[in-house]
């Protein structure tokens, strides 16, 4: 597992947990995205690791840089591959 690098004010580090249904995993990263720039944050500053090197059928989780607990709520709101945002307070 890639360990994410420290947040350069970016805000939070969180560590997203999508469902693990097989057939939608696809598009899990593209819901993430899309629901992120509604609420104001562009792509290339959300993923904390290089977005292309995800294999979501191997670990459906992903560390982002989100504002605050309430954006991860109003992503939660309308997202369906979500499952659950994790706030990361340390890292090894």
């Known amino acids: 597992m ?7 004010s970016k ?3 969180y560590l997203v947990h999508f469902r693990q249904h097989w057939k ?4 899990a990263r593209q819901e993430l ?10 792509k290339e500053d959300l993923f904390v690791n290089d977005p292309n090197a995800l294999d979501m059928k191997v670990n459906p989780t ?3 840089n989100l504002p605050s607990d309430e954006v991860c709520r109003l992503i939660m709101a309308r997202s369906v591959l ?5 706030d990361v307070f340390a890292q090894v």
């Open 11 to 13: 805000g939070k580090v």
């Open 33 to 42: 995205e899309s629901l992120a720039e509604l609420h104001g944050i562009c």
């Open 82 to 86: 979500i499952k659950e945002f994790i």
């Open 24 to 27: 939608h995993l696809d598009f």
């Open 2 to 8: 890639v360990e994410p690098k420290a947040a350069e």
């Open 62 to 64: 992903v560390y982002v």
